[in-house]
C-alpha cells in the first residue's frame, strides 16, 4: 500500500508539465539576460568565473517555488534537459550530453519521498546542476576540441574564442567558476527557502 502511494504521488500530470515548462522558460530568460549584463558590465574574466554564479543566485529563488510546487521525482533531470536543447538551438549539441548527466547525477542527489521540499536536499540538487553546467564547456574542449572551436568561431571573434578555450581548458579556472557556482547555488536557495516561507507559503502559492 505504501508503494502504491509513493508511485502515485511521484507520477507527473500535464499540469506539473506545464508548471516545469514555464519556470524554466523563466529561468532560461534570466540566464540569457544576465549573461548579457555581466558580459557588458563585468571584466571577460569577471564574467567567466562570476557570470554563472551570480545567474545560480538569482534563479535560486525561481528553481526553489518550482521545485516546492511541482514536487515529482524528475525536476532536476527534466530541468537539464530543456536547458541542453536551449543550446542546441546555438549550435552547442555537445551541451546536451554533459546536461543530461547533471541530471542523472542530481536525480540520483534527490533520490527519496518529497526531497524537493526539503531545503537541503534542494540545495545539494541546485548546486550539482550549476556546478554540471560550469562544465557544459569543458567537456567539448576534452572530447571535440577542434569541432567545438569551429562552432565558437562562427558567433565568437578570434579574441573571444580564445578566452573561451582558455577559461574553459584551464584546471584551474574551471576550479574557481564551478566554486562560484556552488556559492551562488546555496545562497539562492537560502533565498529561495526564506522567500517560500515568509510569502509564497502564505499566499498559499505552494
Known sequence: MQTETVVLRNSWK?????????????MILIFTIGFMFTSILL??????????????????????????????RGILFFTSLITGVYFIAFGYAYFLLTLAIVGVLGELAM???????NPVRNAIGYSIY??????????????????????????MS??????????????????????FSL????????????LLHKHVKKAKLV
Request: net charge neutral; aromatic share 12%; with cysteine.
Open 14 to 26: 500535464m499540469r506539473d508539465f506545464i508548471t516545469l515548462a514555464i519556470f524554466n522558460v523563466v
Open 43 to 72: 571584466t571577460p574574466a569577471g564574467s567567466y568565473i562570476a557570470g554563472t554564479g551570480l545567474i545560480a543566485l538569482v534563479n535560486g529563488p525561481i528553481y526553489m517555488v518550482m521545485s516546492n510546487k511541482i514536487d515529482r
Open 111 to 117: 533520490w527519496g519521498t518529497h526531497t524537493y521540499r
Open 130 to 155: 550549476n556546478v554540471g553546467f560550469s562544465f557544459c564547456g569543458v567537456m567539448p574542449i576534452l572530447f571535440f576540441k577542434e569541432q567545438y572551436e569551429a562552432t565558437l568561431s562562427q558567433s
Open 158 to 179: 578570434p579574441e573571444q574564442v580564445a578566452q573561451n578555450l582558455y577559461y574553459y581548458g584551464t584546471p584551474s579556472m574551471v576550479i574557481l567558476m564551478s566554486a
Open 183 to 194: 556559492v551562488g547555488a546555496v545562497v539562492g536557495c537560502a533565498l529561495g527557502n526564506r
